[in-house]
């Protein structure tokens, strides 16, 4: 392993240490020593990649949220019409409903510090916005195909975004509800379907 393999390497297990810290100890509770101690790396490591706690959390969020938005644009623009595409999108939830506990966990911290800390709601606001940008885009292409009544496209995009974000927060305290994807696909669904063009 190089240099800059192993690089990569301590970085990835300082933000898996950090994602399990934060999911289960909460932010404030979790400092870098325990990051540290449970990545196995060193302070100077740490702060060789990372200029604070804070930072990994950023960072941590910045992952998560960018992973989703790729995820939305693959899973849409491959579907075969936009309500098919937000469709798909909903029901692939399920998995990370079930099985990303510390990511659900990372989700409620997020919005604990969004409301506490100006540079953390920043950085909470831009993904948030480029997501509304993305349902938005979305709406206005499934209006050209012909699939979706001619609607106010943006306020679509809010509502797509409110409901899926309302979800998110709903799963992360209710965890033994259960089949939330589907419950959101349904709900999409819903919405698609007061949506649609009546031929």
């Known amino acids: 392993m190089n240099n800059l393999q192993r690089s990569a390497q301590t970085k990835k297990s300082i933000m898996e240490a950090a994602t399990s810290l934060f999911a289960r100890e909460g932010y404030d509770s979790t400092g870098v020593a325990e990051i540290c101690e449970r990545a196995g790396v060193s302070k100077g490591a740490f702060y060789y990649h990372f200029e604070s706690k804070e930072a990994v959390f950023l960072a941590l969020i910045d992952t998560w949220l960018n992973t989703l938005e790729t995820t939305l644009n693959d899973v849409t623009y491959q579907a075969k019409s936009v309500p098919d595409g937000l469709l798909e999108m909903a029901g692939m939830m399920q998995p990370i409903f ?15 510090h969004a409301n506490r800390n100006e540079k953390v709601r920043q950085a909470t606001i831009a993904p948030y916005r480029r997501f509304e940008e993305t349902f938005t885009r979305l709406i206005k292409r499934g209006i050209e195909e012909g699939t979706l009544e001619n609607v106010e496209p943006e306020i679509a995009g809010q509502l797509l975004l409110s409901l899926s974000s309302g979800f998110f927060l709903q799963a992360s305290l209710e965890t033994e509800q259960g089949n939330w994807g589907k419950k959101l696909q349904e709900s999409i669904e819903i919405l698609l379907n007061g949506m649609k063009r009546r031929n």
């Open 98 to 112: 079930e099985n990303n506990q510390f990511f659900m966990g990372l989700f409620l911290e997020l919005w604990t």
